[in-house]
Structures are given as C-alpha cells and as structure tokens.
C-alpha cells in the first residue's frame, strides 16, 4: 500500500529511441550461462522420439506423483533436456522449443539428479553443448531442509528452473 501511494501518480516515460540496426545487433548476441572449470558430461543425442507422432506424445501425456524405483536413463535425460530446453535443430539463430519475447530465453535449467545413470548430484544444463555441468555432488540430500513435498525424495530427478532476468530487459 505504501509504495502504491507513493507511486500512483509517477510518469514513466520511454524516452530510449533506438534505430533498427542498433536493436538488430542488440538482439543478436544471446549470452548463455556456463560454468567453465566445472567437469562437463556430454549427453548423447537424443533419438528416443523420432518414431513417436506429435498425438501420440499428447495423448499420453499424464501428471503423476506416484514413482517407480526405476532410475532413469542417460539418453531419456538428453531426450527430456533437448526437447524441453536445447537449441531448435542447433540452430545458428538460436531459437528453441518454447517461445520466448524478443528471443532472449532467460531461463536456465538445473538437474538433481537422484536415480540416474548420474551420481547423484546437481547440474547445471548446458545447452550449447548439449552437456551437464556438475555443480555438486552427494551421498543423501536433506529434502526437509529445502523442499516441503515428501513425493520429491521419491523421484528420480528434479529439473529447476530459474532465470536470469537481465536477459530480457
């Protein structure tokens, strides 16, 4: 309420005139996060949905907090990872699977990894190599201390998303 009060009759003004060849090349550099001296784990390329049609994907497509005690593959995370996060065809122009405003794509993802072909750890994906980075490894993982879901220490992997928002600014 205070800083509504406080506020209410400010004027912004966009006063920032920018030509079309500027915003151009302002919009041509995309900047990707990467952690360079940590170890990098090349994921293969993925191949698991290319006899799958489209209907079939979204037909069958369920959410579910029941898990199995099976880990998950390699090639399933590069399979979720590619199409969920990668660059569209590896492409030049940078654009993926999911839209994004100006084509800035501000969102990183992270991995943690509990019953995977990985050791159990957090990483961060890679997307212009198609690779996990490890940030963190370890042995057990107190979810009670950051999560307040018991079915998170059930699953096989999580993937968190953040953002760094600059980007798109």
């Known amino acids: ?13 966009m006063d920032v005139h920018l030509d079309n060849k500027t915003l151009e090349k302002s919009l041509e550099e995309i900047n990707f996060k990467g952690y360079a001296r940590m170890d990098e784990i090349g994921l293969p390329k993925s191949d698991l949905l290319k006899d799958v049609s489209f209907k079939k994907i979204i037909t069958r497509r369920k959410s579910s907090r029941s898990f ?3 880990q998950i593959s390699l090639n399933t995370l590069s399979t979720l990872l590619h199409y969920s996060a990668w660059l569209k065809d590896n492409s030049k122009n940078n654009k993926r699977f999911y839209p994004s405003g100006w084509a800035r794509y501000p969102l990183e993802l992270y991995l943690i990894a509990l019953k995977t072909e990985l050791k159990k750890g957090v990483y961060h994906y890679y997307l212009k190599s198609h690779s996990l980075e490890t940030l963190y490894t370890f042995e057990s993982f107190d ?3 950051y999560f307040n879901q018991t079915w998170i220490k059930k699953s096989a992997c999580l993937i968190v998303l953040s953002a760094v928002f600059k980007r798109s600014s």
Do not use: G, W
Not at 1 to 13: A, G, H, I, P, R
């Open 143 to 145: 979810f009670k201390r």
């Open 1 to 13: 309420e205070k800083f509504y009060q406080k506020t209410k009759n400010l004027k912004l003004s």
């Open 68 to 70: 199995t005690i099976k």
